[in-house]
């Protein structure tokens, strides 16, 4: 039953995969699940070495420098309160070291003052430079460089 090892060598390189992200392993476990299918089809250890190789090849040199390419192009996005980091708000509430209120996206935020010595007056424009919870970290904007 050769067929069956190599689905359990497609299951390894899957799992393994699943744990390096590296379009390798995965690739790979496909090769696998080709060569089980030559396997069931009953041809013999040489040609089941022979479409492995083939379909890791074909893997590893066209489809793997495609998928890298794609991922490189999509653009990172922020999730949830990480979205509002960068983004520009309006003080709602005076913002000092430790209290405050800003208008974001549309959303009121409690804020408080990135350089702890600032005390942000209303109607300032502030960027948001992280987000610690429910309180955005806020910075005026005329003083950013």
Do not use: C, N
Request: charged share 15%; aromatic share 6%; hydrophobic share 55%.
């Amino acid at each position: 039953m050769p067929w069956f090892a190599w689905l359990l060598a497609a299951a390894a390189l899957g799992a393994a995969e699943f744990f390096t992200l590296t379009l390798v392993f995965g690739l790979l476990a496909g090769a696998a699940l080709v060569t089980a299918v030559v396997a069931g089809l009953g041809i013999g250890v040489l040609g089941q070495l022979v479409a492995f190789g083939l379909a890791a090849a074909a893997g590893l040199l066209v489809v793997r420098p495609v998928a890298l390419r794609q991922l490189a192009q999509s653009p990172v996005s922020h999730e949830g309160s990480d979205a509002l980091i960068g983004k520009r708000a309006e003080v709602m509430q005076e913002v000092t070291a430790t209290r405050g209120l800003i208008k974001v996206s549309g959303e009121e935020w409690s804020a408080r003052a990135l350089d702890e010595s600032q005390v942000i007056p209303v109607g300032t424009l502030v960027d948001v430079m992280e987000i610690e919870g429910a309180t955005a970290v806020v910075y005026p904007r005329e003083l950013l460089p």
